[in-house]
Structure formats: C-alpha cells, structure tokens
C-alpha cells in the first residue's frame, strides 16, 4: 500500500515541477490525472483498513464455527454410544453371601425432571421422587431428555 501512495506522492511532485501555463488544457488533464490519483489512493487505502477489520471478523466467526464444530462432533461419538434399550445400573453386594445382584434403572421424574433410581419398570408403576418428594409416574433416561454436561475451561 505504501508504494502506491509513494507513487502517487512522486508523480504529483513531477507535476508541481514541470507546471507552466495553469490555463492550457494540457496542465488542467495532468492536474485532473493527479488529483483522481490522490483520491484512489486514499480509497484504496481506507478500502484496505476496512477489508484487514473484515478478516479479523471473519477469523473470529470461523473460531467460533469450529468450537460449535468441536460440540457437535462430540455429540456425534456420544449418539454412537446410543443407550441400549435395557440401561441398567447393577449394584453388586460384597457380603459373604451371594444375593442376586439388584438391578436399577435411572429415570427422570415427571414433575421436577431430576434423575434417580428405581428397581422396576419405568411408567408400569408410580414412585415417589427423591428430590421434590411427589408420587410421580417416572420417564425412562435417553438420549433425548438427558442434558449432557460439558468439560470446564480450566
């Protein structure tokens, strides 16, 4: 950019130079030429300011569109890791004695949306919440009704 302001900056100092007859057509075109020139290049020079603030703007929505990428991409490897239509959480006992290992299912309360345990069939039976304490039907836990927390910048 600095060299076309230094071109311009010379052909106008050849201009003032050679200057003669203010009045002949021949000095009114070069001054017309000249002044058009200085005024391209203070176009071209606000054009570019203008267009490195457009890059920097850019940059930044591609920045932002690669995290949202990043996001979605991890949603993808969990949907992969779909929940199997038993998700059961077993508990097994280390007592002396072998019990039959008790099997709980998460599920998500109707009222309050909090998730607990129980250790039948979700919404065969009515069971009472854990958190807000309401005798509720419960919801199976899935995919589609279970936020999915996200690791903390450190």
């Known amino acids: 950019m600095e060299s076309i302001r230094k071109k311009a900056g010379y052909l106008e100092g050849l201009f003032e130079a050679m200057k003669k007859d203010e009045k002949s057509p021949e000095t009114m075109l070069q001054q017309g030429v000249i002044s058009l020139l200085s005024e391209l290049t203070e176009r071209v020079e606000a054009m570019d300011d203008l267009l490195g603030e457009l890059n920097d703007y850019v940059e930044s929505i591609d920045d932002d ?62 069971y009472v919440c854990p958190t807000c304490g309401k005798t509720v039907k419960t919801i199976r836990v899935d995919r589609k009704n279970t936020p999915i927390g996200k690791k903390a910048e450190e």
């Open 65 to 126: 569109l690669s995290q949202m990428e990043g996001m979605h991409d991890m949603d993808d490897d969990f949907d992969m890791m779909a929940y199997p239509d038993e998700d059961i959480l077993r508990v097994i006992n280390n007592d002396d004695e072998p019990e039959p290992a008790q099997v709980l299912i998460p599920v998500r309360c109707a009222e309050c949306f909090n998730v607990f345990l129980i250790d039948g069939e979700p919404g065969k039976e009515k």
